[in-house]
């Protein structure tokens, strides 16, 4: 019994929790800067939009509506989440990583992209950005 | 006076449990009675908000399912994974459903028209920040039950593990608090 407890315990790896983690940060990053750069011209909302087609309700006019370029933001999400999820577990489902420091980082760069939703605080760092790439 | 545990007896489980489902029999009334508002749009809010409010609830009840996992106690992971799967399914539910009502948000004469032309803010700030912190609550909680059947039963005998995955369940019911708020906010001041 306490043989078997043991082996559990060195089979479990710390890797796949990382992995899971890390590819929810940069899903919802990739949410936080398709939309930043959508609300810079209407090209480049057009651009992101286009990624969202498929999505039904993605596209129309009138009383009705349409959920809009809201779909690009959340099918480029999608993708990076599930690809970037796939990669990091293959990479790291065999190593036992430190998850007292990683935790720290989780949650606090969680605040950091929230905060990145709150406009009044990420306007002007966007604007500052996207002038320093030439962007409108 | 002796202060030992308190323990229910039973006529104070009835209680408890009575009072719990009258609250939440009152608190499902609220998303249900969107489905008789005079509105072309009154089924996609009526399901929003059920959805929404049933993952807030579920939410809600498993951040104390997670206190336990936190502290290192032993807790009943094949239940807790159960309710996890649950709650991922409603988040999905509300994320789907958020979609479908955003439509006619957006629409010509819609909430977003009505906000912009009055409380510009309401809209720019409040919504744009909504609109996107509503969506981390289902990949979250799907990341968390994924975990938790990924490692299995032997999860418990690794503390940072169930630690990390009862983190996770309360950072996705603070979202779901932030989201549902505002979602309560605008659908007061506007109704589709």
Known sequence: MQQQSESNIQALRSGPVVAASLALLLAFLTLMVSHHISRLSPGLDKLVHSYGYWIPGSQGKGPDGSIGSYTGKETLAIGVWLLSWLAFHLMWRKQDLDLAIWTRIFVISLIVITLGFFHPLSDPLVLLIAGFFGLP | ?192
């Open chain 2, 1 to 192: 006076m002796s202060t030992g545990h308190y323990t229910h007896d039973n006529f104070g489980k009835i209680v408890i449990r009575a009072q719990v489902g009258i609250a939440l029999a009152l608190l499902l009334c609220l998303p249900l009675a969107n489905f008789w508002f005079p509105s072309a749009y009154s089924l996609k809010a009526g399901i929003h908000g059920l959805s929404a409010i049933l993952a807030l609830v579920v939410g809600t009840y498993l951040t104390h399912r997670a206190l336990p996992l936190i502290k290192g106690m032993h807790v009943n992971l094949e239940s807790l994974r159960r309710w996890l799967l649950v709650a991922t399914l409603l988040n999905l539910a509300g994320a789907i459903s958020g979609n479908w009502i955003y439509m006619r948000y957006r629409g010509q004469d819609g909430p977003r028209d009505w906000i912009l032309e009055r409380v510009p803010a309401i809209h720019n700030v409040l919504m744009e920040f909504k609109e996107f912190v509503s969506l981390f609550p289902f990949p979250l909680m799907l990341s968390a039950t994924a975990l938790l059947y990924y490692y299995g039963l032997p999860m418990q005998t690794r503390r940072d593990l169930c630690r990390f995955v009862g983190i996770t369940i309360l950072v996705s019911w603070s979202f779901l608090m932030l989201g549902f708020v505002v979602g309560l906010v605008l659908a007061k001041l506007r109704f589709v």
